[in-house]
């Protein structure tokens, strides 16, 4: 195959990947740094060259078909060689130091934390201390390399980049709702109990969201941790709005009303302008980006 042939098939399929993975031409843009137009002639050509789909078009984005489907493994498999290929023919220095990542509990402990071995196998050299709690960290006063947080930074020494949306529902363990009445509109939510965040404790006003599935919800369990609400709900104790990513993982807990009441969430990744430039602190925010745009639980809405 010509050289120039082989260099625009791999280009169109880097560009299916990308669309696959995210679900939309805008949000694969900004993951190759060029426009929408350039992301949808690329797929245009693909498909004009395979005679098939690949993906299926809609106000809500883009999905595979089962061509596409198909396709997706053989264009990651590509993707896997010519990034060994890559960082053969690229000589740098290895990765090291200590990188510091301040994360909110449910983030930090439900998605960060079981991928840090990959992280550390990628850069041997390299040490992750992971602060996982409920709280804010302070990037000035470097109480943190790394920041995800739910909000946009207010500083105005902070380089920052929006990580991604994420879906929360109503959740309740199985044994809850069959021993209670059943919940059948929003306006049934005052007849139950629900765990929630003590108000007055809350770190960031995005938490404080009961008032907006219900009227007149009041939580008899109260914690300023989530995994803490997680597991009350787990033993029963009640209603709980809990994040997607964390509470899909969880087989004794059901969402309530999932396509009735749901809310979406931001996160942020937040490195002070000092560090933007760091090696290992780029590394570890390359990394965190990536997992989360190849999450699955971050690309679309999970009603069970």
């Not at 900004?30 to 789909?53: F, G, N, P, S, W």
């Not at 396709?71 to 896997?80: H, R, S, T």
């Not at 201390?129 to 902070?158: M, Q």
């Not at 990513?245 to 396509?259: H, K, W």
């Amino acid at each position: 195959m010509p050289r120039r042939k082989a260099a625009h098939h791999w280009d169109d399929l880097r560009h299916f990947l990308a669309v696959a993975r995210l679900g939309t031409l805008s949000g694969a843009a900004e993951v190759l740094d060029t426009d929408h137009t350039t992301v949808a002639r690329h797929i245009q050509r693909l498909e004009d060259r395979l005679a098939v789909k690949v993906f299926f078009r809609s106000n809500l984005g883009y999905a595979l078909t089962a061509v596409g489907e198909r396709l997706q493994p053989i264009a990651e498999a590509m993707e896997a060689s010519f990034l060994a290929a890559a960082a053969m023919q690229t000589e740098k220095p290895a990765i090291s130091g200590t990188v510091r990542i301040g994360t909110p509990d449910g983030f930090g402990t439900f998605f960060l934390a079981p991928r840090i071995q990959k992280l550390a196998a990628l850069h041997p050299n390299l040490e992750v201390e992971l602060l996982a709690t409920a709280r804010l960290f302070s990037l000035s006063k470097r109480e943190a390399d790394i920041v995800i947080s739910l909000t946009s930074p207010d500083h105005a020494r902070v380089v920052s980049r929006r990580l991604t949306d994420y879906q929360l529902l109503v959740y309740a363990a199985q044994n809850y709702l069959a021993a209670h009445p059943p919940i059948t509109s929003a306006a049934d939510f005052q007849q139950h109990d629900f765990i929630g965040y003590i108000e007055d404790m809350l770190f960031t006003p995005e938490l404080n969201y009961l008032s907006l599935i219900g009227d007149k919800i009041n939580p008899r369990i109260r914690s300023t941790n989530l995994i803490t609400q997680m597991h009350a709900a787990l033993a029963g104790g009640g209603l709980c709005v809990l994040p997607v990513f964390i509470a899909a993982g969880q087989p004794g807990l059901a969402p309530v009303l999932p396509e009735a009441v749901s809310l979406t969430r931001s996160f942020f990744m937040h490195i002070h302008e000092d560090n933007r430039k760091a090696a290992h602190v780029r590394a570890v925010a390359a990394f965190i980006a990536a997992e989360v745009e190849s999450s699955y639980f971050f690309e679309k809405k999970f009603f069970y």
